[in-house]
């Protein structure tokens, strides 16, 4: 079946530095990606939907600015956690959805970002 | 506004009981609901969709609308079936998930 790769898979910085994610998808296309936050035993958190060749669409609460959604081709979209700190430190997932609608979601495996 | 309540954290069934984790929500359109499973160290994949009307796995999920419920069934669970379970609800435009829960099933 279609694949996701997200990249990288775990991540440690200082706070201060900026963080990018990539999300693929292999051997599909799409135009719209989603991008997830996970807390420790909760749920997980639609951050934005980002829409290839446009702006991202963000929830609301999830700072525009700090998360830096580019979707820059059909097979590719990146999240960049600007000035990381601490409270960063989250679990980041991304997902495409399958092709051909029914709204079925492929997911990545997840990137585990710790900030020092 | 849309959400979706899975009020239990974590189940614990031994082998060979009834499972059932619940799943209620909210929406004012025409719900489309999915439930999604994350296995230990494995990424979110799909389980089932309540359109499909099928069972995966032993498990089925009916959609009740008067109840605005999806409740995940199986009736004898293996040790394999040990995971997190998201329900989740398409609102449109993005998947809305639960806050999951956690199936131990025991021998």
């Known amino acids: 079946g279609a694949v996701v790769s997200q990249h990288p898979s775990r991540v440690i910085c200082k706070s201060g530095t900026s963080v990018k994610i990539e999300c693929r998808s292999l051997d599909f296309q799409a135009t719209t990606m989603f991008w997830y936050r996970q807390f420790p035993k909760k749920s997980l958190m639609l951050m934005a939907t980002?829409?290839?060749?446009?702006?991202?669409?963000?929830e609301q609460g999830v700072e525009k600015d700090k998360f830096l959604i580019n979707h820059a081709s059909l097979t590719l979209s990146t999240l960049t956690v600007t000035s990381a700190h601490p409270e960063d430190s989250s679990f980041y997932i991304c997902s495409a959805p399958k092709p051909g609608g029914k709204n079925i979601q492929y997911f990545g495996a997840g990137t585990r970002l710790s900030v020092l | 506004a849309q959400r979706v309540t899975q009020p239990e954290k974590l189940l614990s069934v031994f082998k060979g009981a009834p499972v059932e984790l619940k799943c209620n929500y909210s929406?004012?359109?025409?719900?489309?609901l999915f439930w999604y499973v994350q296995y230990s160290r494995q990424r979110l994949q799909l389980l089932l969709r309540h359109i499909s009307r099928e069972s995966i796995k032993g498990f089925t999920a009916d959609l009740n609308k008067g109840e605005t419920s999806f409740h995940l069934k199986k009736p004898f669970a293996q040790e394999e079936d040990s995971a997190m379970y998201y329900c989740a609800l398409w609102c449109g435009t993005a998947l809305i998930f639960g806050k999951g829960t956690t199936l131990s099933v025991s021998s």
């Open positions: 929406y004012s359109g025409s719900p489309e």
């Open positions: 980002s829409n290839e060749g446009s702006k991202a669409t963000y």
